[in-house]
């Protein structure tokens, strides 16, 4: 596959991180980059669904996570071979391509079958040519003649395979007729010279084929007897020595094939297939597509080159928010407005963070700085994300820069980003019927503090009070969160769009819980007076409480 770099947010995105990466994919696109491609490593929340529907946009492609897979170690497949050709034009093919040991076998529908690996092949071949136990080869008039180069004299169903009984018309006539006639129950293929009276008795004797060695010619009458007596006639350029050894080069590769090589997925770990690999005979595997069709092969060499997929991350800049797997590969850049994390990289990187309301803001600032003109979808996109993120430009985190780059959007789409804010938030802010896993995992970012971890999902609505009424089932769900990662706590921020402040239901250690100052509505939940940010306002308040604490 070629290099492929994906655009992609935070687990459990929203929707600014996806529309990000969407509009960033985009603006690779117009700058003349291939291969860019926006990704989402969660599924969409009822608002973020919302907006692709609306604006009928392609979601971004699903990326649950990015541990080394198959595909992205795997070369382009430049040759394989269908498993009714012969050996001897799978070698040719080898040879055309310097330094190939193995060639992968594929049936008509192009569905792997086996692989021709020179251990394997010799192995059969040796058996084939043992003088001693005198094995039938099996193979078709038709590749014999195409191994040969021969010269069709009179052919007789030329595909069909055989198992051929190989003789060398050098003896007498006399003791030559014996030898076929001991022979007479098998598919008997002469190779004989110029000697006439050997060509009348295999003619007569009805052979399945007579071969003619250093271009010598059949006489016509013979011909014409080979034609009533259905015996297939062709003349090798070849001597007798060479055109005998040559005939075992023209059985089939699915004859002389390994089908022991089990085939591996595209999307297989590399941690699954690496027993394989160094159990194979040839230290490769072939892989396949979900049809179970060749897309190519892969060796223990591939397997320890860099991978060929790369990532920009957007909306965060924190290990424990990415896609699992990141560590894996090269990030090449980081476009945020987040406090910065403890995301380490193998290589310089380009780090775009800007103290601003919204990723959706700097993406469209880099469209302007590449003098990049925005599509209209792209745009309503983007002006979907500012609203989202900044609570229609109301969050404490909403800078003079976010607004105006709502109302440089608002005027290349046409849409009035006051009624579109209110639509889209009502989108997002619907629960009914839902549970409070889908509620929680919405939205849900996992920070750390030195050795302490701890959760905060947030969910915008019009009113409080449906959330409050299940409490008790939205605390079993952030005991079983925390439980998960042995957590210091796990916290729902229920932000009320109409009053701008917020509820946290927290479920936490006892001895962190005894230390907040929050003003306490009741046990485990306290109110947060035009609270509305997590990441302005929420995580530095967590921050310092953690630090008085003590912990």
Known sequence: MEKKTYIIGHKNPDTDCVVSAVAYAKLKELLGYDNYVAARAGHLNPQTDYIFKKFDVPRPEYLPNLMPKVEHFMPDLDYSVKDNASVW???????????????????????????LHYTHFTKNLLSVLNPVKRTPITTSIGAIAKTLNAQPIVVQNEDEIFKASILV???????????????QSENIV?????????????????????????????????????????????????????????????????????????????????????????????????????????????????????????????????????????ENIRIQE???????????????????????????????????????????????LLLCGIMSDTLILQSTTTTDTDRDIAEYLSNITNLDWQELGKEILEAGSRISGRTPESVVHQDMKEYTEGKLVYTISQIEVGNTNEILSKKAEYFEQLSMER???????????????????????IDADEKFESTLTFQKMEDKIYYLKDVVSRKKQLVPMITEQIANAGL
């Open 169 to 183: 018309g050098a003896a007498h006539a006399e003791s030559f007729a014996q030898k076929i006639k001991e022979h």
């Open 190 to 326: 002469v190779i004989a010279s110029d000697r006439e009276s050997i060509h009348e008795l295999c003619i007569n004797a009805k052979i399945k084929l007579l071969i003619l060695s250093s271009n010598y010619v059949l006489g016509k009458e013979l011909r014409q007897k080979a034609e009533e007596n259905g015996v297939s006639v062709v003349i090798s350029p070849y001597p007798v020595a060479a055109t005998s050894m040559m005939i075992a080069y023209s059985t089939p590769v699915s004859v002389m094939s390994d089908k022991s090589i089990p085939a591996v997925h595209k999307n297989d770990t590399i941690t699954k297939i690496r027993p394989a690999i160094k159990a194979s005979p040839c230290h490769c595997l072939p892989v396949v597509d979900d049809e179970g069709k060749l897309i190519g092969l892969i060796s223990e060499h591939d397997i320890n080159m860099e991978p060929k997929v790369d990532a920009i991350l957007v909306d965060h800049n924190e290990i424990s928010q990415a896609c699992d797997g990141i």
């Open 89 to 115: 034009s799978a070698i040719g093919k080898m040879e055309d391509f310097e330094r190939v040991r193995v060639i992968p076998v594929t049936d008509s529908e192009g569905k792997y079958h086996s692989i």
């Open 334 to 380: 980081i476009i945020d407005h987040h406090r910065l994390g403890n995301m380490p990289t193998k290589y310089p990187i380009t780090f775009v963070n800007k103290p601003i309301g919204s990723t959706s803001t700097i993406i469209t600032l880099l469209y302007q700085e590449n003098k990049i003109s925005i599509p209209k979808e792209i745009a309503s």
């Open 483 to 505: 439980k998960s990662r042995k957590g210091l706590f796990a916290a729902l921020l229920v932000t009320d769009i109409t009053k701008l402040s917020s509820i946290l239901l």
